[in-house]
């Protein structure tokens, strides 16, 4: 009940292509889905972040996709560059100071 | 930007040893966290803490480990005795308020028990 599945373990992308990763969930009283992004040795830092109530956010060059019926959501890395190379985690959490389960992680390569 | 600081970056220790891992959260944060990602594996949630007591904890959080703010400033987690499978990487988090969901990490602590 409180995994978070995501995939997939590893991404290529060349530069200025799309980075898409999935996730799944089962628990439906997760109510905040953020994504991490971390870099070599540094800690998880915050990317962006849904709620249930919107299907889709966008920040940028990132944007969340939100399927609250599939119990899935996922991250689109837009013009993607080498700079975006990192791991990504997904996560969720019943909201406000709760902890948060976080996906495997995926971690992606962007390619000139 | 204020930023969560943990020391030390890397710590060796024996089997059966005592470690003590410190973390200095935000100035003005009120909810704390510990977690732990073994190698190549995914983020663990440890354990939470706010108002000087212990919030939630993981199964992996069992007699072994402890937590304590004892200076207002710093968190610490303390692991008794170490066992080889507590070799990971060990990151505070803290939040600014209970209704605030962005959990701030730690650049995190790598401990290798040998």
């Known amino acids: 009940q409180q995994q978070v599945k995501q995939s997939p373990q590893s991404l290529i992308v060349q530069k200025g292509g799309i980075s898409i990763i999935n996730c799944a969930y089962e628990?439906?009283?997760?109510?905040?889905f953020p994504w991490y992004q971390q870099f070599p040795g540094k800690g998880p830092a915050l990317l962006i972040a849904?709620?249930?109530?919107?299907s889709e956010k966008k920040e940028g060059r990132f944007t969340i996709s939100f399927n609250k019926s599939a119990k899935q959501f996922s991250l689109h890395i837009m013009d993607s560059q080498p700079g975006d190379s990192a791991t990504y985690f997904c996560?969720?959490?019943?909201?406000?100071?709760?902890?948060?389960?976080f996906g495997t992680g995926t971690k992606l390569q962007v390619i000139p | 930007e204020p930023e969560v600081t943990q020391t030390p970056s890397h710590q060796v220790t024996q089997m059966g040893q005592e470690v003590i891992l410190r973390c200095v959260p935000i100035?003005?944060?009120?909810?704390f966290y510990w977690y732990r990602q073994i190698l190549g594996q995914k983020v663990e949630f440890l354990v939470s803490?706010?108002?000087?007591?212990?919030?939630?904890k993981s199964e992996i959080f069992d007699d072994q480990f402890s937590v304590e703010r004892p200076d207002g400033s710093n968190f610490t987690l303390k692991i008794r005795s170490t066992k080889l499978e507590d070799s990971a990487m060990y990151f505070c988090?803290?939040?600014?308020?209970?209704?605030?969901?962005?959990?701030?990490f730690g650049p995190g602590t790598r401990l290798l028990v040998l």
């Open positions: 803490f706010y108002n000087n007591e212990i919030s939630e």
């Open positions: 849904i709620r249930p109530d919107v």
């Open positions: 628990n439906t009283a997760f109510d905040y």
């Open positions: 100035s003005n944060h009120l909810y």
């Open positions: 988090a803290s939040i600014l308020q209970l209704r605030q969901e962005t959990q701030y």
């Open positions: 996560a969720a959490g019943p909201g406000g100071y709760q902890k948060v389960t």
